[in-house]
């Protein structure tokens, strides 16, 4: 029988059930697209209006919400909706979705001196260097490349794709998306005579536990020690993060942020998309930087910080870019008013 | 017998030819490095000047430069010579460019349960998995991963390195560049705890017809429901797309470009380089952002926007960029005098 | 046994050995993880008081450091301490990296029309079109993809998963890493209708000697002529370069770049990261670009140029930002008050 029941599910997940457990559940869905076997969640009141018009068999609330729901269909009622939604997703995910095959596809190229583990999935065309090792029950997905002495932690999936390189290692839990390079050369160059001459790369790159790496995003080797990666941090896809660079535990960094060299960000910060972060700055635990911002210095106080420049109808926009290029002078200008008038 | 007469391409694509019908056109060439077998274009009377300077052949021009192209050698005249010139490029590729082979590479990695119309083109290496669907004479090229249940348009074609996900879906005709990631999962997450507990991501990517995409280009799958790519979008390089995104048909977007979850773009919009789009926003249609601009808010009203930082010297910059910082309270000193001296 | 005796590296690299020339080493390495047998180099004096903290065995130092060096330990004295590391790591590597195994792996897709020479090294599942030339001792990583007619030249290494197009140029001792893709098409539309209509690239990239470029970077194949690229020429990760761009001679463009079509930068040039450039400029040699920095103007003046937003907390920013939008309102302010008070 397709999809699970109520009950089950609230008996799994927990959180109060209100309405027929004996309904049955099809899918996880929005409460625009839903229909009356799927299960979808509120995250937010803003979002209440839509509780009269969404045609979901069951809605995840928070108790300000439980009557409301109740009233028009089965409800789940838990104080942080959102989460539950997560944790659900991945119960949910767990019991659906077709597991890779076990083992080493065929047309893999695997050294012999690389070690797999027999629970672990090695899709078609992966490259696996000698040395590396792959952990229990870890998924590589087809094409990629695993280098020389790398490991993979034990339920690490890798999607299509991945350049892992040697001497890199991710803990257990990562998730890294299609198109990453993980240890490509931090750039690294001594100035000569007008030219550059290559600084090679000794480092590695290090990757705790629990950690997800976004799509064609690259994270350098360090140039003597390790590119650092904590426990917990999330990335997301076209991020940039150049050698030696260090990462706290559960940081999460939106798309297209860039983070040049031996640069340290603390734990539990926030870069939002597009950020950019000079090299040799260090950042401290719980600071939040807004989006396509730039951190030319180190910040030692936690809190929010911004500086992107507003956006605006062009013809104004021009009129007071142009009036920013002589800002200082206005400035002086008011000083000399100032003096004049005192 | 090399290239074609002149008489043939007009013949076939329209304008007035003023000159020998018989001259052979051998390529499609720039001014600058033009021979006299070479065809080029005009599309701006700015270039009026390299009339006098180059080889060319034969030039595509508008009416107005008619007498003193054709004074100097061949020339094909018509209103829109870019536009003649765009439709003469395909026309020329599809009779000089060699076609992939025909059917699938004998080093692909066909899953049994996968579709491949006999007329179409599967690289080498490639992997197709269970359920996909590969239209008429589309081409996938080498090093393609095509996920299960995933579908492409007829003559559709893929680069060499496309990762596109299972349950994604792409009409007729569109171009898809190397390094593209089609269908990673979105960036989503529930806070708990200090750490982030992953929302698994059920949605697919959903692409219309005669849509480009550009090489190492991102669009993540939706959350629940799906990403929209509508027809003839044009997407160019490493450029992400967030998940749920919604763009409207023929809107433009340039390269490194990033857009947050959930936003909706409308139709006919042009996003210029690095621009940066918060997620949960509404653009109308024909809305154009200015090069390195963060659109922070929705806007309703079609329009040219921007909100880049003006360029300067180093040192002016600094000087500006530091009273930037207290431009508000320059505004207050500015009131305090205005009320004094009134 | 293991690493080498620091004389036979003084006598190899050059310097004056001071201290024990039978100490062996066994790495190089950072002053913060150096042990007895590492060799590190200081290349700021900003890093001297690390001098009594580290403990490794041999310090490059500038002769200013020379006596608080070697009162420490043994000491490589030389002018330039982090050109000298440079050299030494490229030497370092040499004699101890692993080569990659000559010839074409049995796993790889070779046209019988590619001519590789028998000195190169072609990995795991590469495909190498016909027509392609790989020059002597170059080495193709797993996974690459070399598009017909397209050259490498000697001693040229490309990392795992490198798409480089069909007629696509590269020079001798180049470094390509891993996603990069060389020659997809240019970004190139003519309007028509509301509609693009695609302009088909028939230009190729043409890379000089001794570049040096990144992971899941892109240049684009010129539409008409080539994209150029010039002996000497750094870029790193995640950069985007149009159609038609020429890049100068020994320019370094730092990570998440990106330079729209038909710009030309000069020789000797910086990009920091995120910079932006727009279409059909030109940049004299010798410019260097600030990061963040969005360049719409052509610069014909060697120099230091920036233009990026001030960082600042939430809430400064919020009330400068909003000022901002009002600034040439504000100058037409100031001036009514000067007229007044004059």
Redesign the interface.
């Given at each position: 029988m397709k999809g699970f029941a109520l009950g089950e599910i609230a008996s799994q997940l927990g959180g109060e059930l209100a309405g027929d457990a004996t309904l049955r559940i099809e899918?996880?869905?929005?409460l625009?697209?839903a229909t009356p076997a799927t299960l979808c969640f509120i995250a937010d009141e803003r979002y209440r209006a839509q509780l009269k018009t969404t045609r979901a068999g069951c809605i995840v609330v928070a108790p300000v919400l439980r009557d409301e729901a109740a009233a028009r269909g089965a409800a789940i009622v838990t104080p942080?909706p959102?989460?539950y939604?997560?944790?659900l997703?991945?119960w949910?995910?767990a019991r659906t979705r077709?597991r890779p095959q076990l083992g080493i596809?065929s047309?893999a190229?695997v050294h012999p001196g690389a070690e797999v583990d027999a629970s672990a999935s090695v899709?078609?065309?992966c490259?696996i260097e000698e040395g590396a090792r792959i952990g229990a029950r870890a998924v590589i997905?087809?094409?990629c490349?695993i280098?020389?002495g790398a490991t993979i932690g034990a339920d690490t999936r890798f999607?299509?794709?991945v350049?892992f390189?040697a001497d890199c290692h991710i803990g257990a839990r990562g998730?890294v998306?299609?198109?990453a390079?993980i240890g490509?050369?931090g750039?690294g160059?001594?100035?000569?005579d007008?030219?550059?001459?290559?600084?090679?790369q000794?480092g590695g790159v290090r990757i705790g536990d629990?950690v997800?790496i976004?799509?064609?995003t690259?994270i350098?080797r360090g140039?003597?020690?390790d590119t650092l990666i904590a426990d917990?941090v999330?990335i997301?896809?076209?991020v940039?993060i150049?050698h030696n660079v260090r990462i706290g535990a559960?940081t999460?960094i939106?798309?297209?942020v860039?983070i040049?060299g031996s640069t340290t960000i603390g734990a539990?910060c926030t870069l939002a998309?597009?950020v950019?972060v000079?090299g040799h700055l260090t950042l401290a635990d719980h600071v939040h930087?807004?989006?396509?911002?730039?951190?030319?210095?180190s910040i030692s106080k936690p809190?929010?910080?911004?500086?992107?420049?507003?956006?605006?109808?062009?013809a104004?926009?021009?009129?007071?870019?142009?009036?920013?290029?002589?800002?200082?002078s206005?400035?002086n200008?008011?000083r000399a008013?100032?003096k004049?008038?005192s």
């Open positions: 899918r996880l869905g929005s625009e697209s942080a959102h989460l939604f997560a944790r997703s991945q949910w995910v077709a596809h047309s190229q899709g078609p065309l490259v997905g087809a094409h490349v280098g020389a999607a299509a794709r350049a390189g998730i998306h299609g198109g390079v490509a050369d750039f160059f001594a100035p000569h007008g030219a550059w001459i290559k600084v090679e000794f629990d997800e976004g799509a064609n690259c350098d140039a003597l020690d917990g999330k997301d896809n076209q940039q150049g559960h999460a939106a798309g297209c860039g040049a539990h998309g597009a950019g000079a930087i807004g989006p396509l911002t730039g951190v030319m210095q809190g929010a910080y911004m500086g992107a420049f507003p956006i605006d109808e062009n104004n926009w021009e009129k007071n870019a142009a009036t920013l290029r002589h800002l200082y206005l400035r200008r008011l008013l100032e004049k008038s």
